[in-house]
């Protein structure tokens, strides 16, 4: 499928927006990978879904990035968005750090979130099991942590990426700028914040939290925080599977979102 490609004005930044397939509105925020363009993943999801996959500020062609310099200002830039776009409550899928939007959105502003789905969200921090080092890591280390499968394609371009001049200027481009828009929120205190374990409580959506069982980026023990902290939360785990279930397991993280969602 071959998403509408839109551009939002909203006071003043432009958002870069895909949208496509039929059904009820899905909101779908992203992670700092690939899963900002159009996937196998949302293809699945747009099935049953018009699914409205927006580029966070400084990611993609999204811009103002620049006015951002913590969680609640994408937190009250989604709120805004969803206004503009006259969408009502709806269900929300986040991947790591779209994830930890999502849950504050929705601890936030619990009204405008019908269901919630949480896929290796970051946002917590538990001292016992840190996060691995996101902005300090080479490009291979990251592979490391974030793919259980070494050989997918972009776990194997990340290996690549010892040598630059082996890398696709665009991939390497898009990477670097993903990690400079994520430290506005991420860098200190590192990607979590410190009052949102507490916020939780607050969440009034039904909650699917979805956990790749090899993240070495945010252990498991992160998804069974995030269950155990929502009300009525459940997890499930995938299994053969790292911190980014659209991309290394979109099949089964369709699945198993469109069961919940469809319930």
């Known amino acids: 499928m071959t998403p509408e490609r839109r551009t939002v004005a909203l006071d003043g930044r432009g958002v870069r927006l895909l949208v496509g397939g039929s059904g009820p509105p899905l909101l779908y925020l992203h992670s700092l990978g690939g899963d900002v363009e159009w996937l196998e993943a949302h293809d699945q999801l747009a099935r049953r879904f018009t699914v409205h996959l927006p580029a966070h500020p400084g990611f993609a062609e999204s811009t103002g990035v620049e006015d951002v310099d913590g969680m609640f200002d994408y937190v009250l830039h989604y709120v805004d968005l969803l206004g503009a776009l006259r969408l009502p409550a709806l269900p929300v899928v986040g991947t790591s750090l779209g994830g930890w939007i999502g849950a504050e959105l929705a601890a936030l502003y619990?009204?405008?979130?019908?269901?919630?789905?949480?896929?290796?969200?970051?946002?917590?921090?538990?001292?016992?099991?840190?996060?691995?080092?996101?902005?300090?890591?080479?490009?291979?280390?990251?592979?490391?942590?974030?793919?259980?499968?070494?050989?997918?394609?972009?776990?194997?371009?990340?290996?690549?990426m010892t040598n630059l001049s082996e890398v696709p200027e665009d991939f390497a481009y898009a990477q670097l700028k993903a990690l400079e828009a994520a430290a506005r929120v991420g860098w200190n205190p590192y990607l979590h914040d410190p009052k949102l374990e507490r916020r939780l409580g607050r969440v009034t959506a039904p909650t699917l939290v979805l956990w790749g069982r090899q993240d070495g980026l945010v252990p498991l023990v992160y998804g069974e925080r995030y269950r155990d902290r929502i009300p009525g939360a459940r997890l499930e785990v995938i299994e053969r599977c790292g911190h980014l279930p659209p991309i290394e397991r979109p099949a089964d993280f369709a699945a198993r979102t469109l069961d919940f969602l469809s319930a």
């Open 110 to 160: 619990p009204e405008r979130v019908a269901r919630l789905v949480l896929v290796d969200a970051v946002g917590l921090w538990i001292d016992a099991a840190p996060i691995g080092e996101l902005f300090g890591s080479t490009p291979p280390e990251l592979a490391r942590m974030i793919f259980h499968d070494q050989q997918h394609p972009i776990a194997q371009m990340m290996h690549a």
